[in-house]
């Protein structure tokens, strides 16, 4: 057991998974020689060979063409899409071709595809580099998206996710590579996919979050609890399909709920988590559903960033305010 940073945590489980399956792959833009543009696969080059980790040309669209054809012909790739903004690259070989695979064969063959790729604001990048962009793909049947918000979960969601049949969209938050560190197992554990984490219970309120937005929703409970407000945390971990038992039980307890999201308001699966309260939960509410979301803009300029993104601030208003409605 050591502390490792969540880029730390990744890298951990790529080695794991490298060395448990030779039918393992990773390749991208610079992620054998240089480790990646954030070093995430440093050092997996020199220690598995360049036949099992390499670079390839600039093109997602290609990055990601050879992932479907590997996966259907019994390898298990991990491509990296550098950062989520270039996904819209490869949106048909991820959307329109590995997420249908296992449809298209009628079961006798599926895409064993993780695609990694980094996400979010906070890091003062170029625009094009910063967007949540989950919403796109969590509407995708076939496709499962993931998005941890904490070191334990990265390293234990990213080998469940290369270790499942199907195509997964593992989504890094680039906040949270070097800000955070937490206890991490030497050696190989699993944290389950599909399944919510109530990652801190209580009584009077439940917060549904996911990615960053859950550690700032663990502060707003952390300063609450100082006035004797019993908050509920539950990190979604797995945005699709979305674990909505785990949130009705919630709702059962506390009666009131606020849905968090870094992306925009229009974007994000704050949307969906709302829509599915209202199917499953909706006579145990004795509130609204709050939400808690960026602007409906186009992503904005590194200046300002630090406002647009919800932070505790905002969390702790809506809370309060459904708290007293």
Known sequence: MAKKTYIQAITDALDIV?????????????VGKNGGVFRT?????????????????????????????????????????????????????????EARMRFRFDGTKTSPVTIRTPYGGGTHTAEM??????????????????????????????????ENNDPVLFMENLKLYRSMKDDIPDGKYTVPLDKANVVREGSDITIVAYGAEVNESIKVADKLAEDNIS??????????PIDSETIFKSIEKTHKVVIVQEAQKMAGVGAQVASAISEGA??????????????????????SEDYWIPGADEIEEKVKEILNY
């Open 18 to 30: 490298l060395e448990d399956d030779p039918k393992t792959l990773i390749f991208g833009e610079d």
């Open 41 to 97: 696969t440093q050092g997996l080059q020199e220690k598995y060979g360049e036949d099992r980790v390499f670079d390839t040309p600039l093109a997602e669209s290609g990055i990601l063409g050879l992932a479907t054809g590997l996966g259907l012909t019994g390898w298990r790739p991990i491509p990296e899409i550098q950062f989520m903004g270039f996904s819209f690259e490869a949106v048909d070989q991820i959307v329109g071709q």
């Open 129 to 162: 580099h910063a967007d949540n962009l989950e919403s796109y793909f969590t509407g995708t049947p076939g496709l499962r998206v993931v998005m941890p918000s904490n070191p334990y979960d990265a390293k234990g969601l990213l080998i469940s996710s290369v």
């Open 231 to 240: 908050v509920e945390v539950i990190d979604l971990r797995t945005v699709s």
């Open 282 to 303: 909706v006579l145990s509410l004795d509130a609204p559903v709050g939400r808690v979301a960026a602007p409906n803009s186009v992503y904005p300029f590194a200046q």
